[in-house]
Protein backbone atom coordinates (compact mmCIF):
# COMPACT_ATOMS: atom_id res chain seq x y z
CA UNK A 1 0.00 0.00 0.00
CA UNK A 2 1.22 3.68 -0.62
CA UNK A 3 1.35 5.11 3.01
CA UNK A 4 1.22 8.41 4.41
CA UNK A 5 2.97 9.35 8.07
CA UNK A 6 2.18 12.81 9.17
CA UNK A 7 4.29 13.57 12.38
CA UNK A 8 8.03 11.89 12.43
CA UNK A 9 8.52 11.81 15.89
CA UNK A 10 8.62 8.49 18.34
CA UNK A 11 5.91 6.97 17.08
CA UNK A 12 5.64 8.40 13.36
CA UNK A 13 9.09 7.45 12.42
CA UNK A 14 8.94 3.77 13.80
CA UNK A 15 5.92 3.24 12.06
CA UNK A 16 7.08 4.25 9.46
CA UNK A 17 9.81 2.07 8.29
CA UNK A 18 8.54 -0.82 10.08
CA UNK A 19 5.55 -0.35 7.64
CA UNK A 20 8.13 0.01 5.02
CA UNK A 21 10.04 -2.94 6.47
CA UNK A 22 6.88 -5.00 5.48
CA UNK A 23 6.62 -3.48 1.72
CA UNK A 24 4.38 -0.84 1.98
CA UNK A 25 5.55 2.37 0.23
CA UNK A 26 5.35 4.80 3.16
CA UNK A 27 6.32 8.90 2.89
CA UNK A 28 6.98 10.16 6.56
CA UNK A 29 5.85 13.75 6.43
CA UNK A 30 6.74 16.53 9.06
CA UNK A 31 6.60 20.41 9.40
CA UNK A 32 10.20 20.45 10.89
CA UNK A 33 12.54 20.82 8.06
CA UNK A 34 15.66 20.51 9.72
CA UNK A 35 14.42 16.70 10.92
CA UNK A 36 12.96 15.87 7.06
CA UNK A 37 16.58 17.43 6.07
CA UNK A 38 18.78 15.13 8.26
CA UNK A 39 16.51 11.55 7.57
CA UNK A 40 17.49 12.35 4.20
CA UNK A 41 20.92 12.70 4.73
CA UNK A 42 20.81 9.18 7.36
CA UNK A 43 20.38 11.41 10.52
CA UNK A 44 18.20 9.80 12.66
CA UNK A 45 16.90 12.09 15.14
CA UNK A 46 16.50 9.91 17.98
CA UNK A 47 17.59 6.90 19.52
CA UNK A 48 15.88 3.65 19.13
CA UNK A 49 17.87 0.40 19.08
CA UNK A 50 17.28 -1.05 15.40
CA UNK A 51 15.61 1.86 14.36
CA UNK A 52 18.67 3.50 12.50
CA UNK A 53 19.24 0.53 10.13
CA UNK A 54 15.82 -0.38 9.25
CA UNK A 55 15.29 3.37 8.33
CA UNK A 56 18.58 3.51 6.02
CA UNK A 57 17.80 -0.37 4.80
CA UNK A 58 14.44 1.02 3.54
CA UNK A 59 15.40 4.33 2.51
CA UNK A 60 18.40 2.69 -0.13
CA UNK A 61 15.16 0.25 -1.32
CA UNK A 62 13.05 3.03 -1.91
CA UNK A 63 9.96 1.46 0.15
CA UNK A 64 10.67 4.87 2.81
CA UNK A 65 10.89 8.92 1.70
CA UNK A 66 10.63 11.77 3.94
CA UNK A 67 9.00 14.84 2.77
CA UNK A 68 7.62 18.46 4.15
CA UNK A 69 5.08 18.83 1.46
CA UNK A 70 1.78 16.92 2.61
CA UNK A 71 -0.21 17.98 -0.21
CA UNK A 72 2.01 15.74 -2.75
CA UNK A 73 1.79 12.85 -0.82
CA UNK A 74 -1.71 12.37 -0.46
CA UNK A 75 -2.50 12.26 -4.02
CA UNK A 76 -1.52 8.35 -4.73
CA UNK A 77 -2.29 7.63 -0.51
CA UNK A 78 -4.30 4.99 0.59
CA UNK A 79 -3.94 5.75 4.47
CA UNK A 80 -2.72 8.72 6.02
CA UNK A 81 -1.70 8.31 9.61
CA UNK A 82 -1.78 11.12 11.82
CA UNK A 83 0.62 10.54 14.78
CA UNK A 84 1.86 14.39 15.57
CA UNK A 85 2.34 15.04 18.99
CA UNK A 86 -0.75 15.51 21.64
CA UNK A 87 0.65 17.17 24.17
CA UNK A 88 -0.76 18.03 27.88
CA UNK A 89 -2.82 21.41 27.75
CA UNK A 90 -2.94 23.91 29.95
CA UNK A 91 -5.78 22.40 32.05
CA UNK A 92 -4.55 18.86 32.11
CA UNK A 93 -6.34 17.70 29.18
CA UNK A 94 -4.76 16.32 25.93
CA UNK A 95 -4.11 19.77 23.53
CA UNK A 96 -5.55 18.45 19.87
CA UNK A 97 -4.00 21.78 17.73
CA UNK A 98 -1.66 19.81 15.85
CA UNK A 99 -4.34 16.91 15.35
CA UNK A 100 -6.87 19.40 14.20
CA UNK A 101 -4.17 21.42 11.82
CA UNK A 102 -3.21 18.30 10.16
CA UNK A 103 -6.86 17.28 9.96
CA UNK A 104 -7.56 20.82 7.95
CA UNK A 105 -4.47 20.09 5.42
CA UNK A 106 -6.01 16.68 4.87
CA UNK A 107 -9.03 18.01 3.95
CA UNK A 108 -7.99 21.02 2.00
CA UNK A 109 -5.71 18.22 -0.20
CA UNK A 110 -7.01 14.96 0.05
CA UNK A 111 -8.59 12.72 -2.91
CA UNK A 112 -11.46 10.50 -2.94
CA UNK A 113 -11.93 7.38 -1.04
CA UNK A 114 -9.23 8.19 1.83
CA UNK A 115 -8.61 6.08 4.93
CA UNK A 116 -7.44 8.81 7.72
CA UNK A 117 -5.82 7.01 10.49
CA UNK A 118 -5.40 8.40 13.97
CA UNK A 119 -2.71 6.97 15.53
CA UNK A 120 -1.67 9.84 18.20
CA UNK A 121 -2.92 8.88 21.90
CA UNK A 122 -6.46 11.45 21.89
CA UNK A 123 -9.50 11.69 23.70
CA UNK A 124 -12.60 9.89 23.03
CA UNK A 125 -14.40 11.82 20.48
CA UNK A 126 -11.46 12.99 18.83
CA UNK A 127 -12.23 11.11 15.73
CA UNK A 128 -15.36 12.88 14.82
CA UNK A 129 -13.78 16.41 15.50
CA UNK A 130 -11.21 15.45 13.07
CA UNK A 131 -14.04 13.94 10.35
CA UNK A 132 -15.87 17.36 11.25
CA UNK A 133 -12.25 19.46 10.44
CA UNK A 134 -12.02 17.41 7.23
CA UNK A 135 -15.51 18.09 6.16
CA UNK A 136 -15.38 21.58 6.13
CA UNK A 137 -12.54 21.75 4.49
CA UNK A 138 -14.13 19.89 1.88
CA UNK A 139 -17.58 21.68 1.96
CA UNK A 140 -15.05 24.78 1.62
CA UNK A 141 -13.85 22.84 -1.80
CA UNK A 142 -17.21 22.67 -2.26
CA UNK A 143 -15.90 18.67 -3.52
CA UNK A 144 -18.12 16.41 -1.99
CA UNK A 145 -15.63 12.64 -0.94
CA UNK A 146 -15.62 9.38 0.60
CA UNK A 147 -13.14 9.20 3.48
CA UNK A 148 -13.29 7.31 6.82
CA UNK A 149 -11.53 8.40 10.10
CA UNK A 150 -10.13 4.96 11.89
CA UNK A 151 -8.51 5.09 15.08
CA UNK A 152 -5.61 3.09 15.50
CA UNK A 153 -3.74 3.67 18.62
CA UNK A 154 0.15 3.00 19.09
CA UNK A 155 0.95 0.74 22.13
CA UNK A 156 4.89 0.60 21.22
CA UNK A 157 7.43 1.39 24.51
CA UNK A 158 10.44 3.44 23.58
CA UNK A 159 13.37 1.42 23.44
CA UNK A 160 11.66 -2.07 22.31
CA UNK A 161 9.88 -0.08 19.97
CA UNK A 162 10.89 -1.89 16.76
CA UNK A 163 10.00 -5.30 18.41
CA UNK A 164 6.22 -4.15 19.54
CA UNK A 165 5.48 -2.76 16.26
CA UNK A 166 6.89 -6.15 14.12
CA UNK A 167 5.87 -8.68 16.85
CA UNK A 168 2.74 -6.98 18.48
CA UNK A 169 0.98 -8.21 21.58
CA UNK A 170 -2.21 -6.99 19.80
CA UNK A 171 -3.17 -3.96 17.73
CA UNK A 172 -6.80 -2.24 17.93
CA UNK A 173 -8.65 -1.06 15.04
CA UNK A 174 -11.81 1.26 15.93
CA UNK A 175 -13.79 1.78 12.92
CA UNK A 176 -17.35 2.30 11.98
CA UNK A 177 -17.03 1.01 8.28
CA UNK A 178 -16.25 -2.17 7.16
CA UNK A 179 -14.35 -1.28 4.19
CA UNK A 180 -11.75 0.77 6.15
CA UNK A 181 -11.54 -2.34 8.69
CA UNK A 182 -10.70 -4.46 5.93
CA UNK A 183 -8.13 -2.52 4.81
CA UNK A 184 -6.86 -2.35 8.29
CA UNK A 185 -6.64 -5.90 8.57
CA UNK A 186 -4.71 -5.93 5.08
CA UNK A 187 -2.30 -3.72 6.23
CA UNK A 188 -1.59 -5.09 9.10
CA UNK A 189 -2.15 -8.98 8.59
CA UNK A 190 1.59 -9.30 7.47
CA UNK A 191 2.62 -8.62 11.44
CA UNK A 192 0.35 -11.85 12.54
CA UNK A 193 1.82 -14.63 10.49
CA UNK A 194 -0.20 -17.43 12.54
CA UNK A 195 -3.46 -15.60 13.60
CA UNK A 196 -5.42 -12.67 13.12
CA UNK A 197 -6.86 -12.85 16.67
CA UNK A 198 -4.73 -10.23 18.12
CA UNK A 199 -6.00 -7.47 15.72
CA UNK A 200 -8.86 -6.38 17.60
CA UNK A 201 -11.47 -4.56 16.25
CA UNK A 202 -14.14 -2.51 17.92
CA UNK A 203 -16.22 0.86 17.92
CA UNK A 204 -13.84 4.23 17.31
CA UNK A 205 -14.89 5.68 20.88
CA UNK A 206 -13.97 2.22 22.76
CA UNK A 207 -10.69 1.70 20.53
CA UNK A 208 -9.69 5.86 21.80
CA UNK A 209 -10.76 5.03 25.29
CA UNK A 210 -8.45 1.78 25.06
CA UNK A 211 -5.14 3.27 24.82
CA UNK A 212 -5.68 5.23 27.52
CA UNK A 213 -6.67 2.55 30.11
CA UNK A 214 -4.06 0.68 28.81
CA UNK A 215 -1.38 3.95 30.38
CA UNK A 216 -3.54 4.33 33.00
CA UNK A 217 -3.74 0.68 34.30
CA UNK A 218 0.60 0.73 34.23
CA UNK A 219 0.57 3.72 35.62
CA UNK A 220 -1.85 2.32 38.15
CA UNK A 221 0.66 -0.82 38.50
CA UNK A 222 3.36 1.45 39.25
CA UNK A 223 2.43 4.22 41.81
CA UNK A 224 0.68 1.12 43.90
CA UNK A 225 3.96 -0.43 44.01
CA UNK A 226 5.69 2.78 45.01
CA UNK A 227 3.10 3.39 47.48
CA UNK A 228 4.02 -0.14 49.03
CA UNK A 229 7.43 0.38 49.27
CA UNK A 230 7.23 3.87 51.04
CA UNK A 231 4.80 1.29 53.25
CA UNK A 232 7.42 -1.32 53.79
CA UNK A 233 10.27 1.37 54.56
CA UNK A 234 8.33 2.79 57.24
CA UNK A 235 7.38 -1.48 58.97
CA UNK A 236 10.91 -2.44 58.28
CA UNK A 237 9.54 -5.09 55.19
CA UNK A 238 11.53 -5.51 52.06
CA UNK A 239 9.99 -4.38 49.18
CA UNK A 240 11.86 -6.62 47.28
CA UNK A 241 10.90 -9.79 48.42
CA UNK A 242 7.22 -8.41 48.71
CA UNK A 243 7.54 -7.99 44.76
CA UNK A 244 8.30 -11.61 44.27
CA UNK A 245 6.06 -13.01 46.60
CA UNK A 246 3.60 -11.17 45.58
CA UNK A 247 4.25 -11.74 41.97
CA UNK A 248 4.45 -15.27 42.26
CA UNK A 249 0.58 -15.14 41.79
CA UNK A 250 -0.21 -15.61 38.23
CA UNK A 251 -3.29 -13.66 38.95
CA UNK A 252 -0.57 -10.49 39.85
CA UNK A 253 1.90 -11.48 37.94
CA UNK A 254 5.67 -9.41 38.31
CA UNK A 255 5.57 -6.71 35.06
CA UNK A 256 5.33 -3.31 36.11
CA UNK A 257 5.63 -4.06 39.89
CA UNK A 258 9.33 -2.77 40.54
CA UNK A 259 9.16 -0.10 43.20
CA UNK A 260 11.34 3.25 41.78
CA UNK A 261 11.95 6.89 41.22
CA UNK A 262 8.36 7.01 39.48
CA UNK A 263 7.15 6.60 36.04
CA UNK A 264 7.87 9.72 33.66
CA UNK A 265 7.99 9.97 29.71
CA UNK A 266 5.94 11.39 27.36
CA UNK A 267 3.21 9.16 27.79
CA UNK A 268 1.93 8.10 30.95
CA UNK A 269 1.93 11.43 32.57
CA UNK A 270 0.09 13.48 30.76
CA UNK A 271 -2.15 10.32 29.34
CA UNK A 272 -3.18 9.85 32.93
CA UNK A 273 -4.00 13.47 33.33
CA UNK A 274 -6.06 13.83 30.39
CA UNK A 275 -8.00 10.61 31.10
CA UNK A 276 -8.46 12.19 34.72
CA UNK A 277 -9.95 15.48 32.62
CA UNK A 278 -11.99 13.14 30.37
CA UNK A 279 -13.66 11.87 33.61
CA UNK A 280 -14.10 15.15 34.72
CA UNK A 281 -15.41 17.19 31.45
CA UNK A 282 -18.29 14.44 32.01
CA UNK A 283 -19.20 15.11 35.52
CA UNK A 284 -17.07 12.03 37.28
CA UNK A 285 -14.27 12.18 39.81
CA UNK A 286 -11.60 9.58 38.97
CA UNK A 287 -10.31 9.27 42.73
CA UNK A 288 -8.18 6.42 42.02
CA UNK A 289 -6.38 8.09 38.55
CA UNK A 290 -5.62 11.27 40.71
CA UNK A 291 -4.07 9.00 43.78
CA UNK A 292 -1.73 7.50 40.91
CA UNK A 293 -0.52 10.64 40.13
CA UNK A 294 -0.33 12.48 43.17
CA UNK A 295 1.78 9.13 44.20
CA UNK A 296 3.83 9.48 41.78
CA UNK A 297 4.43 13.20 42.09
CA UNK A 298 5.26 12.67 45.55
CA UNK A 299 7.49 9.65 44.47
CA UNK A 300 9.81 10.97 41.95
CA UNK A 301 11.29 13.08 44.88
CA UNK A 302 11.66 10.15 47.55
CA UNK A 303 15.57 9.60 46.62
CA UNK A 304 16.01 13.44 47.06
CA UNK A 305 14.57 14.03 50.35
CA UNK A 306 16.64 10.50 51.32
CA UNK A 307 20.02 12.22 49.73
CA UNK A 308 18.79 15.26 52.06
CA UNK A 309 17.88 13.49 55.28
CA UNK A 310 21.55 11.90 54.86
CA UNK A 311 23.39 15.23 54.02
CA UNK A 312 21.41 17.95 55.04
CA UNK A 313 19.84 20.57 53.73
CA UNK A 314 22.27 22.89 52.70
CA UNK A 315 23.99 21.12 50.19
CA UNK A 316 26.70 24.10 48.97
CA UNK A 317 29.56 21.89 49.26
CA UNK A 318 28.12 18.92 47.81
CA UNK A 319 28.58 16.84 44.60
CA UNK A 320 26.92 14.17 43.67
CA UNK A 321 27.56 11.88 40.47
CA UNK A 322 24.42 11.11 38.27
CA UNK A 323 23.62 7.59 36.51
CA UNK A 324 21.47 7.73 34.00
CA UNK A 325 19.34 10.76 33.03
CA UNK A 326 16.36 9.31 30.67
CA UNK A 327 13.15 8.68 31.80
CA UNK A 328 13.85 5.15 31.35
CA UNK A 329 16.56 2.89 29.71
CA UNK A 330 17.17 2.19 25.69
CA UNK A 331 15.84 5.97 25.17
CA UNK A 332 17.33 9.14 24.68
CA UNK A 333 13.70 10.47 25.73
CA UNK A 334 13.92 12.99 28.87
CA UNK A 335 10.54 14.24 29.02
CA UNK A 336 9.37 14.00 32.40
CA UNK A 337 12.41 12.46 33.48
CA UNK A 338 12.36 11.69 36.99
CA UNK A 339 16.29 13.05 37.18
CA UNK A 340 14.85 16.39 36.13
CA UNK A 341 12.91 17.07 39.32
CA UNK A 342 15.80 15.39 41.44
CA UNK A 343 18.41 17.29 40.14
CA UNK A 344 16.43 20.67 40.52
CA UNK A 345 16.32 19.20 44.21
CA UNK A 346 19.63 19.04 44.65
CA UNK A 347 21.33 22.39 42.78
CA UNK A 348 18.53 24.06 44.63
CA UNK A 349 20.01 23.40 47.70
CA UNK A 350 23.11 24.64 46.09
CA UNK A 351 24.71 20.78 45.24
CA UNK A 352 27.21 20.20 42.21
CA UNK A 353 26.13 17.77 39.82
CA UNK A 354 28.15 15.99 37.84
CA UNK A 355 26.24 13.49 35.35
CA UNK A 356 26.25 10.74 32.92
CA UNK A 357 23.90 8.65 30.77
CA UNK A 358 24.99 6.88 27.42
CA UNK A 359 22.12 8.74 25.23
CA UNK A 360 20.51 11.35 27.00
CA UNK A 361 23.09 13.89 27.65
CA UNK A 362 22.75 15.96 24.30
CA UNK A 363 18.84 16.29 25.38
CA UNK A 364 19.39 16.57 28.93
CA UNK A 365 21.60 19.47 28.25
CA UNK A 366 20.32 21.69 25.22
CA UNK A 367 16.68 21.23 26.49
CA UNK A 368 15.41 19.43 29.76
CA UNK A 369 18.31 21.01 31.84
CA UNK A 370 19.52 23.48 29.92
CA UNK A 371 18.61 26.32 32.46
CA UNK A 372 19.79 24.17 35.31
CA UNK A 373 22.72 25.48 37.03
CA UNK A 374 25.73 23.89 38.90
CA UNK A 375 25.84 20.70 35.51
CA UNK A 376 28.96 18.95 34.31
CA UNK A 377 28.37 16.31 31.96
CA UNK A 378 30.83 13.34 31.70
CA UNK A 379 31.14 10.83 28.55
CA UNK A 380 31.64 7.75 31.04
CA UNK A 381 29.78 6.77 34.36
CA UNK A 382 33.47 6.47 36.51
CA UNK A 383 34.75 9.72 35.45
CA UNK A 384 31.24 11.14 37.08
CA UNK A 385 32.89 9.74 40.61
CA UNK A 386 35.57 12.07 41.20
CA UNK A 387 35.25 14.09 43.82
CA UNK A 388 31.79 13.02 44.59
CA UNK A 389 30.45 12.91 47.71
CA UNK A 390 27.88 10.05 46.47
CA UNK A 391 26.43 7.95 43.41
CA UNK A 392 22.88 8.33 42.63
CA UNK A 393 21.36 5.80 40.39
CA UNK A 394 18.37 7.00 38.35
CA UNK A 395 17.90 5.00 34.82
CA UNK A 396 18.23 1.67 35.18
CA UNK A 397 20.94 1.36 31.91
CA UNK A 398 22.39 -2.76 31.22
CA UNK A 399 25.73 -0.82 31.94
CA UNK A 400 24.78 0.32 35.32
CA UNK A 401 23.94 -2.97 36.28
CA UNK A 402 27.06 -4.66 37.20
CA UNK A 403 29.72 -1.88 37.52
CA UNK A 404 33.33 -2.09 39.09
CA UNK A 405 32.49 -1.24 42.54
CA UNK A 406 36.05 -0.94 43.87
CA UNK A 407 36.21 1.63 41.18
CA UNK A 408 33.66 3.63 42.93
CA UNK A 409 34.96 2.69 46.20
CA UNK A 410 38.14 4.61 44.99
CA UNK A 411 36.78 7.50 42.88
CA UNK A 412 34.12 8.57 45.42
CA UNK A 413 34.49 10.68 48.55
CA UNK A 414 32.85 8.20 50.63
CA UNK A 415 31.34 5.12 49.23
CA UNK A 416 27.51 6.31 49.38
CA UNK A 417 25.02 4.80 46.68
CA UNK A 418 21.20 6.22 46.28
CA UNK A 419 19.50 4.01 44.09
CA UNK A 420 16.31 4.72 42.66
CA UNK A 421 15.84 1.61 40.61
CA UNK A 422 16.80 -1.03 43.17
CA UNK A 423 19.04 -2.65 41.19
CA UNK A 424 21.97 -3.83 43.65
CA UNK A 425 21.82 -6.78 46.41
CA UNK A 426 21.64 -4.37 49.95
CA UNK A 427 22.95 -7.13 51.99
CA UNK A 428 25.50 -7.28 49.41
CA UNK A 429 26.67 -3.94 48.97
CA UNK A 430 26.34 -3.42 52.77
CA UNK A 431 29.30 -6.47 52.71
CA UNK A 432 30.81 -4.68 50.35
CA UNK A 433 31.31 -1.68 52.59
CA UNK A 434 28.73 0.34 51.11
CA UNK A 435 26.14 3.74 52.60
CA UNK A 436 23.64 2.22 50.19
CA UNK A 437 20.18 3.72 50.00
CA UNK A 438 17.04 2.12 48.16
CA UNK A 439 13.42 2.24 47.15
CA UNK A 440 11.26 0.16 50.02
CA UNK A 441 13.93 -0.95 52.45
CA UNK A 442 15.50 1.06 55.21
P1 LIG B 1 6.98 13.45 18.94
O1 LIG B 1 6.89 14.74 19.64
O2 LIG B 1 8.22 12.64 19.04
O3 LIG B 1 6.70 13.69 17.37
C1 LIG B 1 5.64 14.43 16.86
C2 LIG B 1 6.08 15.00 15.52
O4 LIG B 1 4.96 15.62 14.89
C3 LIG B 1 7.17 16.09 15.63
O5 LIG B 1 8.28 15.72 14.85
C4 LIG B 1 6.47 17.34 15.08
O6 LIG B 1 7.36 18.21 14.38
C5 LIG B 1 5.44 16.73 14.16
N1 LIG B 1 4.34 17.63 13.79
C6 LIG B 1 3.64 18.50 14.56
N2 LIG B 1 2.71 19.14 13.83
C7 LIG B 1 2.80 18.67 12.57
C8 LIG B 1 2.12 18.93 11.35
N3 LIG B 1 1.14 19.84 11.30
N4 LIG B 1 2.47 18.26 10.26
C9 LIG B 1 3.49 17.36 10.29
N5 LIG B 1 4.17 17.07 11.41
C10 LIG B 1 3.85 17.71 12.53
O7 LIG B 1 5.72 12.62 19.42
P2 LIG B 1 5.61 11.02 19.63
O8 LIG B 1 6.30 10.64 20.89
O9 LIG B 1 5.94 10.34 18.37
O10 LIG B 1 4.05 10.90 19.92
C11 LIG B 1 3.09 11.08 18.90
C12 LIG B 1 1.74 10.60 19.43
O11 LIG B 1 1.79 9.20 19.70
C13 LIG B 1 1.31 11.26 20.73
O12 LIG B 1 -0.08 11.39 20.74
C14 LIG B 1 1.74 10.26 21.78
O13 LIG B 1 0.97 10.34 22.95
C15 LIG B 1 1.48 8.95 21.05
N6 LIG B 1 2.29 7.82 21.52
C16 LIG B 1 3.60 8.00 21.82
C17 LIG B 1 4.36 6.90 22.21
C18 LIG B 1 5.81 7.06 22.59
O14 LIG B 1 6.35 6.14 23.19
N7 LIG B 1 6.45 8.16 22.26
C19 LIG B 1 3.78 5.63 22.28
C20 LIG B 1 2.45 5.48 21.92
C21 LIG B 1 1.71 6.59 21.54
Not at 218 to 243: H, W
Not at 330 to 356: F, N, W
Not at 374 to 392: E, R
Request: aromatic letters at 10%.
Amino acid sequence: MNLTIIGTGYVGLVSGACFAEMGNTVTCIDIDEKKIDGLRNGIIPIYEPGLETMVKRNVSNKTLYFSTNLKNHLEKCDIAFIAVGTPMGEDGSADLKYVLQVAKEIGQHMHNNLIIVDKSTVPVGTADKVKAAIQKELDHRNEPMDFHVVSNPEFLKEGDAINDFMKPDRVVVGSDNEEATEKMRALYAPFFRSSMDRLITMDVRSAEMTKYVANAMLATKISFMNEIANICELVGADVNKVRIGIGSDSRIGYSFIYPGSGYGGSCFPKDVKALKKTAEENGYTAELISAVENVNDKQKLVIANKIIQRFGEDLTNKTFSIWGLAFKPETDDMREAPSIYIIKELVKRGAKIHAYDPKATEEAQHFYLKDTKNITYFDSKYKTLQNSDAMILLTEWKEFRSPDFEELKKQLKQPIIFDGRNQYNHARMLKNGFEYYQIGKK
